[in-house]
């Protein structure tokens, strides 16, 4: 059974870090393409960071510099370090992992808040 779990969320004030993770049982990190995103209440779905199985990171421009994706193999976990966070970052923050459209799954979330 494959299972993904998101930890590391919490209340921050602006302008401080917080370093999200995903640790995966059933399937090896490093052979999918991991992306996490973030969703706030009322609107879109936002990818926010990907790293792929040959360790190529993608960030939009909204996190660029800000947000840092990386991988430890040993550990089977995907981080996501979030520096310099702004009150519009606040979303739950889910972690995905892709390989194909059958071999795809989902974390169940970890809600980042933070204040003004």
């Known amino acids: 059974q494959v299972q993904l779990v998101e930890s590391g969320g919490g209340l921050v004030q602006a302008g401080g870090s917080l370093r999200l993770a995903c640790s995966a049982s059933g399937i090896i990190l490093s052979m999918y393409t991991v992306s996490w995103y973030r969703q706030a209440p009322g609107k879109q779905r936002e990818l926010v960071a990907t790293i792929t199985s040959g360790s190529t990171l993608n960030y939009p421009d909204s996190v660029k510099g800000r947000f840092t994706i990386s991988r430890d193999n040993a550990k089977n976990t995907v981080y996501l370090q979030m520096n310099s966070l702004k009150p519009e970052d606040t979303a739950g923050y889910y972690c995905?992992?892709?390989?194909?459209?059958?071999?795809?799954?989902w974390g169940q979330g970890t809600q980042v808040t933070v204040s003004s």
């Open positions: 995905n992992a892709n390989r194909s459209w059958r071999d795809n799954y």
